[in-house]
């Protein structure tokens, strides 16, 4: 998707953008016909050879923006029939109709037929239950039939807020939004059921779509670069000495993927902190990456007066032990930065907030299930999407929240939020995790603030995996970077 405005808006935020352009200088009507027009040249565009445009009309707006696109298909020659209901007298839609009077056949009414594209008007950025029975009906109707979908401003059902379905909901093949993308757009998995997006100018001010909502997609305005700059003048500990926690000897393998992928993200040197029963099966596999015996908190304390160290990785492969919550709370206390991942996040499920009165930097890297762990009111609590989900982490442990998956969603504690989408499925693959909490640690001792050294790690490990090999292991990725 080529979107220039990276700002994502829910879709009270939305709204509120409308109402304000509409108080200004531009009309409801005004708005509703660049948006309609705009769909048509899309449908035109893309489905070349339709023979009928079925246009499904709600009652508010969306059937307004129905209205008008059924005008220009028209006038283009296009055999157009609605169904749906008629809007309310007075309103923009009312004047969409009005300028374009004719049948509107009852929804139950439609069957399918090859060569059939629905556009979908029935509700956008107003729903707010599951839709109509008599509308389930037929998306399920038309998903038998196969007739392709595109969508105005959301597939009706799709929540833009949470990007979560209310009930049934339109697959989408494309779908058309206005002025900025909503977060229901870029949220799992409304990010699937949206199809092709589109965003189309319509009119609306740019000064208009500063959002005080900061929440954006997951690009170079918010990190600068995904490498860290180097220079002449750059050595080694410049570019910061990263340390990764070594489990016990079982499961020394994933904080060795952490340290290379830290090391490989520019980290200017790493080592790994193995407990002495896992100090030989390191060194067998070591070689730039370096090593050091830890084995309890004493001997952490006592490494950590050379203030050389810049941050550290706890969990990956750690085990259940008691020492996570020691070694963090020693780490912090001392001023470093610290990613807690794995069995670090589990070794707080209940005391995670615990965290919060440090105020050295802290990334979490929970992927579902160990957000889960942590904050299961915030999972449970179906009003909330994963941003705000995450949001609330992150004020709650007064850290950066990386809440993983398809949709990774950033969160700092003041409330600034970025969603990457453009990671591929193939990092669905053992260890992958691992790789992307050396990242982020590499991207800390580098020196960066920490939400934007997290927003940098999370780009650099989607681009390491667009960039590996189809049938990638962790340790394909971690030679991507
Ligand atoms: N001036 C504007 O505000 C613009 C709005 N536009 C369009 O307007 C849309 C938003 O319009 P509205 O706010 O009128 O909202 P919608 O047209 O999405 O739906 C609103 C109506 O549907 C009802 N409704 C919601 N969920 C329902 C459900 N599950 N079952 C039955 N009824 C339900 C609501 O009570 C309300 O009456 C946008 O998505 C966009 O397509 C565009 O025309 C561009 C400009
Ligand atoms: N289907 C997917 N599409 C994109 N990214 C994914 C997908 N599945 C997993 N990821 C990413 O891969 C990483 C997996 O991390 P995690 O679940 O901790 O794995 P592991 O414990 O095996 O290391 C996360 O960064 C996550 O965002
Ligand atoms: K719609």
Same mark, same amino acid.
């Given at each position: 998707?080529?979107?220039?405005?990276?700002?994502?808006?829910?879709?009270? $935020?939305?709204?509120?953008?409308?109402?304000?352009?509409?108080?200004?200088?531009?009309?409801?009507?005004?708005?509703?016909?660049?948006?309609?027009?705009?769909?048509?040249?899309?449908?035109?565009?893309?489905?070349?050879?339709?023979?009928?445009?079925?246009?499904?009309?709600?009652?508010?707006?969306?059937?307004?923006?129905?209205?008008?696109?059924?005008?220009?298909?028209?006038?283009?020659?296009?055999?157009?029939?609605?169904?749906?209901?008629?809007?309310?007298?007075?309103?923009?839609?009312?004047?969409?109709?009005?300028?374009?009077?004719?049948?509107?056949?009852? %929804?139950? #009414?439609?069957?399918?037929?090859? =060569? @059939?594209?629905?556009?979908?008007?029935?509700?956008?950025?107003? %729903?707010?239950?599951?839709?109509?029975?008599?509308?389930?009906?037929?998306?399920?109707?038309?998903?038998?039939?196969?007739? &392709?979908?595109?969508?105005? @401003?959301?597939?009706?059902?799709?929540?833009?807020?949470?990007?979560?379905?209310?009930?049934?909901?339109?697959?989408?093949?494309?779908?058309?939004?206005?002025?900025?993308?909503?977060?229901?757009?870029?949220?799992?998995?409304?990010?699937?059921?949206?199809?092709?997006?589109?965003?189309?100018?319509?009119?609306?001010?740019?000064?208009?779509?500063?959002?005080?909502?900061?929440?954006?997609?997951?690009?170079?305005?918010?990190?600068?670069?995904?490498?860290?700059?180097? @220079?002449?003048?750059?050595?080694?500990?410049?570019?910061?000495?990263?340390?990764?926690?070594?489990?016990?000897?079982?499961?020394?393998?994933?904080?060795?993927?952490?340290?290379?992928?830290?090391?490989?993200?520019?980290? =200017?040197?790493?080592?790994?902190?193995? &407990?002495?029963?896992?100090?030989?099966?390191?060194?067998?596999?070591?070689?730039?990456?370096?090593?050091?015996?830890?084995?309890?908190?004493?001997?952490?304390?006592?490494?950590?007066?050379?203030?050389?160290?810049?941050?550290?990785?706890?969990?990956?492969?750690?085990?259940?032990?008691?020492?996570?919550?020691?070694?963090?709370?020693?780490?912090?206390?001392?001023?470093?930065?610290?990613?807690?991942?794995?069995?670090?996040?589990? $070794?707080?499920?209940?005391?995670?907030?615990?965290?919060?009165?440090?105020?050295?930097?802290?990334?979490?890297?929970?992927?579902?299930?160990?957000?889960?762990?942590?904050?299961?009111?915030?999972?449970?609590?179906?009003?909330? !999407?994963?941003?705000?989900?995450?949001?609330?982490?992150? !004020?709650?442990?007064?850290?950066?929240?990386?809440?993983?998956?398809? #949709?990774?969603?950033?969160?700092?504690?003041?409330?600034?939020?970025?969603?990457?989408?453009?990671?591929?499925?193939?990092?669905?693959?053992? =260890?992958?995790? @691992?790789?992307?909490?050396?990242?982020? =640690?590499?991207?800390?001792?580098?020196?960066?603030?920490?939400?934007?050294?997290?927003?940098? $790690?999370?780009?650099?490990?989607?681009?390491?995996?667009?960039?590996?090999?189809?049938?990638?292991?962790?340790?394909?990725?971690?030679? $991507?970077?």
């Amino acid at each position: 998707m080529a979107i220039e405005n990276t700002r994502l808006f829910t879709p009270a $935020a939305m709204g509120a953008v409308d109402r304000a352009a509409i108080d200004g200088s531009l009309s409801g009507p005004g708005l509703m016909e660049r948006a309609g027009a705009a769909v048509a040249a899309s449908a035109l565009e893309h489905w070349p050879g339709l023979k009928r445009a079925i246009i499904l009309c709600g009652p508010g707006n969306n059937g307004g923006d129905g209205h008008v696109i059924a005008r220009h298909l028209a006038r283009a020659g296009v055999p157009v029939e609605r169904f749906g209901m008629k809007p309310r007298e007075g309103t923009d839609a009312a004047w969409a109709f009005e300028s374009f009077p004719g049948v509107i056949a009852a %929804l139950a #009414d439609y069957r399918p037929e090859a =060569g @059939d594209l629905i556009i979908d008007a029935l509700f956008g950025a107003g %729903l707010d239950r599951a839709v109509p029975d008599e509308i389930a009906k037929l998306i399920e109707r038309a998903a038998n039939a196969g007739t &392709p979908v595109l969508a105005v @401003d959301l597939p009706s059902g799709l929540s833009g807020y949470s990007g979560r379905p209310t009930g049934p909901c339109f697959r989408a093949d494309r779908t058309v939004t206005f002025a900025a993308l909503k977060t229901g757009h870029v949220l799992l998995p409304g990010r699937d059921l949206c199809g092709e997006l589109e965003v189309v100018d319509i009119g609306i001010p740019s000064r208009l779509l500063a959002n005080d909502d900061p929440v954006v997609l997951n690009d170079p305005s918010v990190y600068g670069t995904t490498s860290p700059a180097i @220079d002449a003048s750059s050595h080694k500990y410049a570019r910061g000495h990263l340390v990764v926690f070594s489990g016990p000897l079982i499961s020394s393998g994933a904080s060795r993927m952490s340290a290379q992928a830290g090391l490989r993200a520019g980290a =200017g040197l790493v080592t790994v902190a193995s &407990p002495p029963g896992a100090v030989m099966a390191q060194s067998a596999h070591l070689t730039a990456v370096m090593q050091r015996s830890v084995g309890d908190a004493d001997a952490l304390s006592d490494w950590l007066k050379d203030d050389r160290l810049a941050a550290f990785v706890l969990g990956p492969g750690f085990g259940h032990n008691e020492l996570v919550k020691d070694y963090a709370r020693i780490v912090l206390e001392a001023g470093r930065a610290l990613v807690l991942d794995a069995d670090g996040l589990t $070794a707080f499920a209940d005391t995670i907030a615990d965290l919060s009165s440090f105020d050295a930097p802290k990334v979490l890297t929970p992927h579902e299930g160990e957000f889960r762990r942590l904050f299961p009111d915030l999972l449970d609590d179906d009003a909330l !999407s994963k941003i705000d989900r995450a949001r609330r982490a992150a !004020s709650r442990v007064n850290a950066i929240v990386v809440y993983k998956g398809a #949709d990774t969603v950033i969160a700092a504690p003041d409330g600034r939020a970025a969603i990457n989408c453009d990671a591929p499925s193939k990092l669905a693959t053992a =260890g992958s995790g @691992d790789v992307l909490a050396g990242i982020v =640690g590499a991207s800390l001792a580098n020196g960066r603030p920490p939400f934007e050294a997290a927003c940098a $790690a999370v780009a650099l490990h989607a681009e390491a995996a667009r960039r590996a090999p189809d049938h990638m292991t962790a340790e394909d990725l971690i030679a $991507a970077i």
